[in-house]
C-alpha cells in the first residue's frame, strides 16, 4: 500500500467524536480500518493525550495499528502521556515519541489531519 508522505494523522483521543465512550470507540476502530482498506495510509499517526490508549496492551485497534506500522506508517506515542497515564511500558506497537518530534511533524509541510 503506498503511504502518503504528506500526511500526519493527529488522534488525540482513544474514541472519536464527542460520543458516549463506546460508540467512539467503534468510530476510531472503523476509521483506522478505513484508511487500510481504502489503502491510503498516512506518513505517520500521533498518539497524544489519552489516543496513547490505543497503541497499549488491551486496545481493541492492535491489529490495525500493526498493519499500518507494517505498511510503513510512523506510529509514535506521546512520551509524556504514556507516563501520565502509567502506559510506558504496555506500549504495544510503534514508538515512543517527544514534543519535539511532534512540533516537528505538524509543522512539516503537508497535511494534519487532528481528531
Known sequence: MPIDAELTI?????????AEPDLGGRLVRSFLAQLLERGQL???LLLM???V???TEGSSVLEELRRL?????E???CGTCLDYYGRR???AVGDVGDMRGTVAALLAPGRVLAL
Do not use: C, M, N, Y
Open 75 to 77: 506510529i509514535r506515542s
Open 69 to 73: 506500522a507494517a505498511a510503513g506508517t
Open 53 to 55: 490508549f490505543l497503541s
Open 49 to 51: 493525550g489519552t489516543g
Open 89 to 91: 511500558e504496555k506500549l
Open 42 to 44: 498516512p506518513a505517520r
Open 10 to 18: 493527529l488522534l488525540r483521543s482513544h474514541h472519536l467524536a464527542d
